[in-house]
């Protein structure tokens, strides 16, 4: 076969990634071998599991391993399996761009980072996986060929925009990835990554629960005998990692930072978990499992396939990646691997579906990450904070989809409210608040707590110093709807239904008052219930509006806009229900327009129509005030100019 050399570029954000990375002083340089290890054990874990679907595929399997080699001169590191390796096409896909999710927002960060800690800090937030090694050498060489196939494919690059791509006529199964390190630092030589000594260590340090053995040809010194001449050199080969699954070992004997390491594999991560959970299941279904919370939320958290992050093996054998049997949707974030007893070593997602053990295995790991998060909150107030800030949208789905640990979720769930500008408060700490005679736990939901805050609907709460919970994120809309209460106390929000927040003393004060407004209003609301008949249900007094001349009321088991929204951007069909429209008996606009329509009740069409307007923009400034747009802007907009033309 004639080899064919190709020049290719980089794709745009793996070209900035790498510039950033070639110059980078990112202080943890030894990562690299981390990575290159972690893809090496991959490649293992991909081509056993191929092996076991596909009963045709012709390769070795024999000795499964990862060989580490290094040479002084010239200044070589190599790292080779004989695992899946990668067709032609792959490496093009899988290292001449970045395929991770959200690396559209890393290169916008990058950009916006203004000093090389900025970018330091999200490198080690985001990963850059096979890139790390642009770290340490100037010239990045990979040899690959896929298993199964005869045709072998060499890469190529200086870090420098472009790479080169080759196929060639052979090359051992799996990949070999061969750096040519950058010049000796004669001051950095605890960074010298041909000394074997320096190899053994990070192994050690970062991989040494890489379930394949990773091996180096070691030279052995032993002392010339007495009677003089050189000392003797023999090779050998060494395994420098114990292999040992992390998840089985007893929980003391195993340190932080191996635990961590696990977690940087697994996870494909490049910072700390925020908590490490490892348990164990005994009796009828067996099984381990070591999970993370990670500190960051991944940026495609909520995109529709996250997949969720937990690793299915049996009997120390890795059988399954993104295992989504294992976890509720609401906890996709949660990282780590479940270790079943069991279970046949060819089960299918299929078969996982129904799987009675799986459910149990479910169950109880979703109970302990709760109660986790729960210990986080009584205990580590600032890791809960930071599990809150990057988590709890995702949480709050929980409360939706699973009704068994709703309670639960209601308790270690906290909330923006008009309490205090910048801490949250938890439901329990809410009730504990309540002013004596609240029945409701009050809510309101929207895009943002200022907006929130200005609504009309909070009015008559603020005036009479009631708290109320501001409910921003998206998911808030709908998770409202399926918790009745919380302590016994019911959720209400403060835009639907009625509201009274008289005390019984007050009520009977201002009974009669009410009465007689009730009448003196009668004419007008009747027309004006008639008159945006289009746009609303009911016109009525409101009890909530203390500056406010109107707002809009959803009834109570109506749905939202926001939620209505929500339905038909999901592709539902949801009909347009109409609100009630309440006013406010006390504002000058509301008593203004009851005297014009008593004189005008008897007078030409023309008045009429005039009032009719007024009523328009009555309606169109509710809307504007809670942040909706009038049906149709550029009339209400004419409308309103028309108006104001007459008061300059
Ligand atoms: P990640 O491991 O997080 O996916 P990397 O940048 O480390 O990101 O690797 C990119 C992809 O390249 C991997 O997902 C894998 O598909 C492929 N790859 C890298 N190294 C190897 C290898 N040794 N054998 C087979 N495929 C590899
Ligand atoms: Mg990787």
């Not at 943890?28 to 045709?56: P, Q, W």
């Amino acid at each position: 076969m004639s080899a064919r050399v190709e020049q290719l570029e980089f794709q745009a954000e793996a070209r900035q990634l790498l510039e950033l990375l070639v110059h980078s002083v990112y202080s943890d340089k030894d990562s690299f071998l981390r990575e290159l290890i972690s893809n090496a054990s991959d490649a293992l874990d991909k081509l056993r599991l191929e092996t076991m679907r596909n009963k045709d595929l012709t390769a070795d399997t024999s000795d499964l391993h990862i060989d580490i080699e290094v040479a002084h001169a010239p200044r070589t590191l190599t790292v080779r399996d004989n695992g899946i390796g990668m067709t032609h096409d792959e490496v093009v896909d899988l290292i001449g761009t970045l395929a991770k999710s959200g690396t559209a927002q890393l290169r916008q960060q990058l950009r916006e980072a203004k000093n090389s800690a900025a970018s330091e800090e999200l490198i080690g937030q985001f990963g850059v996986g096979f890139y790390s090694t642009f770290m340490v050498a100037d010239r990045v060489e990979l040899l690959t060929r896929k298993a199964g196939e005869s045709g072998a494919t060499r890469w190529v690059s200086s870090g420098d925009g472009t790479y080169t791509i080759e196929s060639v006529d052979d090359a051992p199964q799996g990949t070999t990835v061969t750096l040519h390190l950058k010049p000796e630092d004669v001051e950095d030589q605890l960074h010298d990554y041909t000394a074997q000594w320096k190899i053994r260590e990070l192994v050690k340090k970062y991989s040494d629960f890489i379930a394949w053995p990773i091996r180096m040809q070691v030279e052995q010194r032993t002392p010339a005998t007495e009677d003089g001449g050189a000392d003797n050199v023999s090779v050998e080969t060494q395994t420098l990692n114990s292999m040992k699954a992390l998840w089985a070992k007893p929980k003391d004997e195993v340190s932080e930072q191996e635990y961590h390491e696990f977690y940087k594999h697994i996870a494909h991560a490049w910072d700390d978990p925020l908590t490490v959970i490892s348990m164990k299941g005994e009796g009828t279904f067996e099984y381990q499992a070591l999970l993370f919370i990670p500190s960051h939320a991944p940026f495609d958290l909520f995109t529709r396939d996250a997949g969720t992050g937990v690793q299915l093996y049996i009997r120390r054998v890795f059988v399954m990646g993104d295992c989504d049997e294992l976890m509720p949707r609401y906890l996709r974030f949660v990282k780590g691997v479940v270790d079943a007893q069991g279970m046949s070593l060819n089960v299918s997602r299929e078969i996982l579906q129904q799987d009675r053990q799986v459910t149990a295995i479910r169950r109880r790991l979703t109970k302990k990450i709760l109660s986790t998060i729960a210990d986080l909150q009584s205990g580590k107030p600032e890791d809960y904070s930071t599990f809150w800030t990057q988590f709890g949208a995702v949480l709050k789905e929980g409360l939706m989809s699973d009704p068994d640990n709703q309670d639960t979720l209601l308790r270690v769930s906290s909330f923006s409210s008009t309490q205090s500008d910048d801490e949250l408060t938890t439901l329990a700490e809410y009730v504990e608040r309540m002013k004596d005679g609240q029945e409701q736990i009050f809510y309101a939901t929207g895009p943002s707590r200022d907006q929130l805050l200005k609504s009309p609907h909070l009015e008559a709460f603020r005036a009479k110093g009631y708290e109320v919970l501001l409910l921003t994120d998206p998911v808030d809309e709908i998770w409202v709807g399926s918790v009745p209460e919380f302590d016994g106390k019911p959720l209400q929000s403060v835009a639907k239904g009625e509201v009274d927040l008289d005390s019984d003393a007050d009520r009977a004060d201002h009974e009669a008052e009410r009465e007689a407004e009730q009448q003196e209003f009668a004419d007008l609301l009747a027309w004006l219930t008639e008159t945006l008949g289009d746009h609303v249900s009911e016109v009525r007094l409101s009890h909530r509006l203390t500056e406010s001349p109107a707002c809009l009321i959803t009834p109570s088991f109506g749905i939202t806009p926001a939620l209505a929204r929500m339905y038909r951007a999901s592709g539902q069909v949801i009909p347009t229900g109409k609100r009630i429209l309440e006013l406010n008996p006390k504002h000058s606009l509301v008593t203004g327009l009851r005297e014009a329509h008593a004189a005008e009740a008897d007078v030409p069409e023309a008045n009429m129509h005039r009032l009719a307007e007024t009523a328009e923009l009555l309606y169109g400034t509710a809307l504007l005030a809670e942040g909706e747009v009038p049906e149709d802007p550029a009339k209400f907009a004419g409308l309103l100019a028309d108006r104001l033309a007459r008061t300059v």
